[in-house]
Structure formats: structure tokens, C-alpha cells
């Protein structure tokens, strides 16, 4: 029996810097989790992650990240993507700089 679909985000790597972005809801890709589009339909989700493979020459790595809605926007559900969501582990480097 499959498992059922849960809401899912369309994350990857922006091709030149490498930063993790998200594809939001007017079809741009954004640096900022909060900002992704929440698909809770797996054929939306399927097609967008289809259409952000195409984008090759601007993105790398593309693939759907499971998600929950939050107070601000799309909230990651898995460490990987907690992880990737705040950047570097380091605090001189990346999107922790501001904190």
C-alpha cells in the first residue's frame, strides 16, 4: 500500500552560489523557507518539481521536502531540511550572519 502524500515544498541549490532556495508560489525561487509554496496535492507538486528541472541552468538538485504549514509560511518537518533552512552551522557564515 503507498504511503499516503503529505505536503511537500520544491527545494534546491542555486546553480552560481550554491545557496538552498525554494520555489514560491509565483513560480520564483526564494533563499527563504517561509516563502516556499505548500503543495498539498501530489500532482501540483509532481508537475512543479517537473517544470523546476528544466531550469537547468539555474538551479541544481531540485526535489520535494516534506513540510508543514506554520504561523509565517511552510515550516520544515525533517532535520535535513531544519538544517538547510537556517544555513551553515557556523554563525559567521551564511543566512545565521543576521542572527
Known amino acids: 500500500m503507498p504511503k ?54 539555474e538551479i541544481v538538485g531540485a526535489y520535494l521536502a516534506d513540510a508543514a504549514q506554520g504561523t509565517k509560511g511552510p515550516q520544515p518537518t525533517h532535520f535535513r531540511e531544519r538544517f538547510r533552512a537556517t544555513g551553515p552551522s557556523n554563525y559567521a557564515h551564511g543566512k545565521q550572519v543576521e542572527l
Do not use: C, M
Request: no cysteine; hydrophobic share 45%.
Open 4 to 57: 499516503p502524500f503529505t505536503p511537500k515544498i520544491v527545494t534546491a541549490n542555486a546553480l552560481i552560489e550554491g545557496d538552498v532556495i525554494y520555489l514560491t508560489n509565483n513560480g520564483e525561487w526564494s533563499r527563504r523557507h517561509e516563502d516556499a509554496r505548500l503543495f498539498n496535492d501530489e500532482e501540483a507538486a509532481n508537475a512543479a518539481l517537473a517544470a523546476a528541472a528544466l531550469q537547468a541552468g
